[in-house]
Nanobody, 124 residues
Framework: QVQLVESGGGLVQAGGSLRLSCAAS????????MGWFRQAPAKEREFVAA????????DYTDSAKGRFTISRDNAKNTVYLQMNSLKPEDTAVYYC?????????????????WGQGTQVTVSS
């Protein structure tokens, strides 16, 4: 049973940066794509970024392009999301998820294990 634990969230001013981490236990992540999603109050969960097994391929939602960077360290069984130039609209609970398939997907149903989430709050 894979368990994912996110960390690194917090309160930051607009324009600031945060680095989220997602550490896995109970299984290896190296054979699966990984993704980050977020959910703001009263909104549906939305895709943020995904990374392939090797890390050689990444995908981002338009609002994250140029500001966020997803990366992974398979030796540490950890995935990261570096977030720069944060905006108040980035405020949400951020979740990491393990892909059920090899490809990088934007659809939540393509991911089979989820972390508990970490709160990111960006003040204006």
């Amino acid at each position: 049973q894979v368990q994912l634990v996110e960390s690194g969230g917090g309160l930051v001013q607009a324009g600031g940066s945060l680095r989220l981490s997602c550490a896995a236990s109970g299984g290896t992540l190296s054979r699966f794509a990984m993704g980050w999603f977020r959910q703001a109050p009263a909104k549906e969960r939305e895709f943020v970024a995904a990374i392939s097994m090797s890390g050689g391929s990444t995908d981002y939602t338009d609002s994250a392009k140029g500001r966020f960077t997803i990366s992974r360290d398979n030796a540490k069984n950890t995935v990261y999301l570096q977030m720069n130039s944060l905006k108040p609209e980035d405020t949400a609970v951020y979740y990491c998820a393990k892909g059920a398939y090899r490809g990088t997907y934007r659809t939540a149903s393509r991911y089979d294990y989820w972390g508990q989430g970490t709160q990111v709050t960006v003040s204006s």
